[in-house]
């Protein structure tokens, strides 16, 4: 079946330190990608997407691109900030599934100032 | 921006008890869902439901679980007998339509389920 496999964190950063937030996944189809972010006390909130090979999805300074060929999907910001600091989720669907979304284990984020 | 709500945000129960988490999904969603973490553990898929019927469930929902849109708001997750087990985050989720190439779900903020 679909997985998803993420870094283990915790992960620690000081301000403006570059992230990568590995992501691998197992899918039969062709799945669409997802990274999804959850802030203290809130909701998973959809951080960004990429529906097909070489996609790249971005949002708030955040990037990552569909490797189909690595079966890959790394989370990178050039420069994080204090407010980064979350649980980040890498997530995928495979089409045709009612099922809409399995997620990895989370990543733990925190900025230090 | 349009929200996912859920109730209780936290719910201390006692084994055996019954428990209702309650959701209102986006007011134009067709597609609802329900997950649930255990701390430390992974997002797991419960049960989707569509058109008033669940549309898919995982072996995690099992006799204990059901789920109902009793009125045209809300979306409920009942526990009938919970299990120390079932202590986790629950977290409702709904879609506008499932076509789309990325079947985006917006999530609710969660339901925290303690179980003593």
């Known amino acids: 079946g679909d997985s998803v496999t993420q870094m283990e964190g915790p992960v620690t950063l000081s301000e403006e330190a570059f992230l990568t937030i590995n992501c691998t996944y197992t899918?039969?189809?062709?799945?669409?990608l997802f990274w999804y972010v959850q802030y203290p006390g809130e909701g998973l909130q959809l951080l960004l997407k990429a529906t097909k090979a070489d996609d790249k999805g971005s949002n708030k300074g955040f990037e990552a691109t569909y490797r189909k060929e690595t079966t890959s999907f790394h989370l990178e910001k050039g420069s994080v900030q204090v407010s980064d600091s979350a649980v980040y989720f890498c997530?995928?669907?495979?089409?045709?599934?009612?099922?809409?979304?399995?997620f990895g284990s989370g990543t733990q984020l925190t900025v230090l100032p | 921006e349009p929200e996912v709500t859920q109730t209780p945000s936290h719910q201390v129960t006692q084994m055996g008890q019954e428990v209702i988490l309650r959701c209102v999904p986006i007011?134009?969603?067709?597609?609802f869902y329900w997950y649930r973490q255990i701390l430390g553990q992974k997002v797991e898929f419960l049960v989707s439901?569509?058109?008033?019927?669940?549309?898919?469930k995982s072996e995690i929902f099992d006799d204990q679980f059901s789920v109902e849109r009793p009125d045209g708001s809300n979306f409920t997750l009942k526990i009938r007998s919970t299990k120390l087990e079932d202590s986790a985050m629950y977290f409702c989720a709904s879609c506008r339509d499932t076509n789309s190439g990325a079947n985006v779900l917006t999530f609710g903020a969660g339901s925290r389920l303690t179980v003593l």
């Open positions: 007011s134009n969603h067709l597609y």
């Open positions: 899918a039969t189809g062709y799945p669409s």
């Open positions: 997530a995928l669907s495979d089409r045709g599934s009612a099922r809409q979304l399995t």
């Open positions: 439901f569509y058109n008033n019927e669940i549309s898919e």
